[in-house]
């Protein structure tokens, strides 16, 4: 995916910041013993968020085990411990983003960068059908969103909302999907719902970002960026993207709301209100006039 | 039943102020009115209804030693209605079949469209997450009628999103109530007077 749904870490207690990089070394870990080594590196905060989310909602209480980073031997990291799928889970989601986002590339590339993709493409499709063995839906909600974004993208009026629809859903599959494969604490009828709905806007939210960070380089290269479809010029970006942001994110929050609070309730809260407008600023501020000129000077 | 000290998240010593605070907070944070063009509206109002009953037990367990409850159900929604052209629009979109809703609603000849039409296709595509369009026919709907209090609420509502700053998370941890510094302070406030219990103490 795409990294902007991480802590900020300057608003994190040092035990929060320490569960929370517990969690990241332990989906690398999962990414090592159920893919292979080189796996490890298509770690990503975006599908930590997904396993802190899982964990959050799950009854089991926090544990953690110390051993030595398989990437750095020197290090001794401390990795959260489970019995859940929800590592599994996140480690799948991020094989299966990684292997599309190449097919993807594969078709929008020049030349030399193709043939790279081309040549990583059978290594990190048997991982991918590895993790479409284990969890099919998670793999079918990737694939699914991979395709749509095609289509999406070969409709000249599209709209905004339009094209964020195909990350929104991908990310309300994998939310809804924590339902089936997870026990949740307190789980009800209304659970598969608000996850779906979670996802939704937090999908939305991280499209939204990317085509807004993306504008300039979709803009040069024309490529599909549905704020250049819709003529938005350079220095309307923040006054354009803003609102849409802000809507989806407090809807995320919403949804989120009601959730039972979990043991990862405070990270979560962090990367949801602290973090994330944070990287919202940091994008669109690259947008606003003044800042050139600031660094002309 | 739940526990309702568990609902509220107060334990079974707090004392009555404590357990006002969080009822108050609680009712600040799920009140229908913030979530009316949510798909999840439905889902918020069960939660409300959770606490208040929550709250009345505590209350009525106080007062008298276990008298049942008396929730009466008396905060208020913004989703009540007396007057509407679109009684089957509005009840398809209340249980979740927006397909439904759209197809009666785009049957309307364009020279018939009223600001309820914009408003019930506002709502449409808010419940589908589509907030950009959602945005324009609520906008519609208010410039068509701006004495309406309903379609006035939607489009407030929706700018009140759509221009939130940073929630105050750092003192929302636990229980807190950041989600609804998303919505204005005219809606906490206006939510408030609608759901707590009238006056006194809470038991």
Redesign the interface.
């Known amino acids: 995916m795409f990294g902007y749904i991480r802590a900020d870490r300057s608003?994190l207690s040092e035990r929060e910041f320490a569960d929370y990089k517990s969690v990241y070394c332990a989906l690398c870990r999962q990414l090592g013993v159920e893919y292979s080594v080189f796996a490890r590196l298509m770690l990503s905060y975006d599908c930590t968020f997904y396993a802190l989310l899982i964990l959050s909602l799950t009854d089991e209480p926090p544990s953690c085990y110390t051993a030595r980073c398989r990437v750095n031997p020197l290090k001794k990291c401390s990795y959260a411990r489970t019995s859940t799928e929800a590592l599994s889970l996140a480690a799948a989601l991020s094989v299966s983003s990684v292997y599309y986002k190449l097919i993807d590339n594969i078709a929008d590339s020049g030349f030399f960068s193709r043939l790279l993709y081309r040549l990583l493409k059978p290594v990190v499709g048997r991982w991918n059908r590895r993790a479409a063995e284990k969890y099919p839906d998670i793999e079918q909600a990737v694939h699914r969103m991979s395709d749509d974004q095609r289509t999406v993208e070969s409709d000249p009026g599209c709209?905004?909302?339009?094209a964020a629809e195909p990350t929104?859903m991908m990310l309300s599959t994998v939310c809804a999907a924590v339902e089936r494969h997870v026990a949740i604490r307190h789980s009800n009828e209304?659970t598969r719902?608000?996850l779906s709905?979670f996802g939704?806007?937090l999908g939305?939210w991280i499209y939204l970002m990317d085509a807004a960070d993306d504008y300039d380089k979709d803009q040069s290269s024309g490529g599909f960026n549905p704020f250049v479809l819709s003529h938005i010029e350079r220095d309307a970006i923040p006054e354009a993207v803003?609102?849409?942001l802000?809507?989806?994110l407090?809807?995320t929050?919403?949804?989120?709301?009601?959730l039972e609070?979990g043991r990862y309730?405070?990270i979560i809260?962090?990367i949801?209100?602290?973090a994330c407008?944070?990287a919202q600023t940091a994008v669109l501020s690259k947008y606003q006039t003044g800042e050139e000129d600031e660094k002309s000077l | 039943m739940k526990n309702p000290y568990e609902v509220l998240g107060v334990s079974e010593t707090a004392t009555d102020d404590e357990i006002k605070t969080a009822y108050r907070n609680l009712a600040k944070k799920y009140h229908p009115d913030n979530y009316t063009d949510s798909p999840l509206a439905d889902v918020a109002e069960e939660k409300m209804k959770e606490i208040n009953e929550a709250y009345d037990t505590i209350c009525d367990t106080r007062k008298n030693g276990g008298a049942g409850s008396s929730y009466q159900g008396s905060y208020g929604t913004s989703s009540s209605y007396t007057h509407t052209a679109y009684p089957e629009v509005r009840e398809y979109i209340r249980t979740g079949r927006l397909d439904d809703a759209m197809e009666v609603l785009n049957g309307v000849a364009e020279n018939m469209r009223t600001a309820e039409w914009y408003f019930l296709m506002g709502m449409i595509f808010s419940r589908r997450g589509w907030s950009e369009q959602a945005y324009q026919y609520f906008q519609r709907a208010y410039q068509m009628d701006p004495g309406n209090a309903e379609f006035a609420a939607a489009f407030n509502h929706m700018n009140a999103r759509r221009t939130y700053t940073t929630p105050g998370y750092d003192t929302a941890y636990g229980g807190g109530c950041s989600t609804c510094d998303l919505c204005t302070g005219l809606m906490c406030a206006d939510c408030l007077c609608g759901c707590l219990r009238g006056g006194g103490g809470c038991c």
Request: net charge positive; aromatic share 8%; hydrophobic share 30%.
């Open positions: 608003q709209s905004v909302d339009r929104a209304n719902r608000i709905t939704y806007f939305r803003l609102p849409p802000n809507h989806a407090s809807e929050l919403l949804s989120y709301g009601l609070k309730d405070s809260m962090n949801l209100c602290a407008p944070k």
